[in-house]
């Protein structure tokens, strides 16, 4: 049973560049720890659903930028390297990315059966907003950006995976939400509990909608 969740930008930045958005990151992942779980699993998006042990290895270097976690040559995704970063010293016990492109239906699934992993599960969740924000932003910019973003800072605050699930897979796509399947996940982790919702901090600096927030 999921027990506590975390939702955490997946951008390289919150590990070299953003050190307030990084603190809070990792301020929410202490409340995976706080929950005591049986099970920690990161959760991203990427661009295929894979599972990985706890100890993969994922790097920055494509980025340019020379940080690897974890053992072996490098295999992880950039979201689950970023995950994987953040937790510093601390291996999850699993990795899992879900493809940007997974149905909601499929996203629903594998989140069940990510919480039925353990009579106590924990998620770390990769995931970001709408890259639309902005004229300046990675994605041309769409007047439906701010109103899906601020939804989905809301579901968060309020610890309510309803509005997760309900997503719309072809709008997120159309506002470049790569956060959407695997914020579905975690809808589909929950099932139809609530929980205390945190959102620590919501910021777009780059046009892109990065949040931190809990579920505990």
Not at 34 to 53: F, N, Q
Not at 128 to 140: E, F, K, V, W, Y
Not at 141 to 168: K, M, R, S, V
Not at 177 to 193: E, F, I, K, N, P
């Amino acid at each position: 049973m999921l027990v506590a969740a975390a939702v955490c930008p997946p951008t390289p930045l919150v590990v070299f560049r953003m050190p307030d958005l990084r603190s809070t990151a990792r301020t929410a992942i202490a409340a995976l720890t706080a929950a005591r779980p049986d099970v920690l699993i990161v959760v991203g998006g990427a661009e295929s659903t894979e599972a990985y042990d706890g100890a993969a290895a994922g790097t920055l270097s494509p980025w340019g930028v020379h940080l690897t976690a974890g053992r072996g040559e490098p295999v992880l995704p950039l979201s689950l390297t970023v995950g994987r970063l953040l937790l510093e010293d601390s291996a999850p016990d699993r990795l899992r990315s879900v493809a940007f492109d997974a149905s909601a239906d499929d996203c629903g699934k594998l989140g069940e059966e990510l919480g039925a992993t353990a009579a106590r599960v924990a998620l770390l969740v990769m995931a970001d907003g709408s890259a639309c924000l902005g004229t300046r932003a990675p994605g041309r910019y769409d007047d439906a950006a701010a109103p899906f973003n601020a939804g989905l800072g809301t579901a968060i605050a309020a610890g309510d995976p309803a509005p997760l699930a309900a997503l719309d897979p072809a709008l997120a796509d159309r506002l470049w939400v790569s956060g959407r399947a695997a914020l579905q996940v975690l809808a589909g982790a929950a099932g139809d509990r609530t929980y205390e919702g945190r959102l620590l901090a919501e910021t777009a600096p780059y046009g892109v909608g990065y949040f931190v927030g809990t579920w505990t």
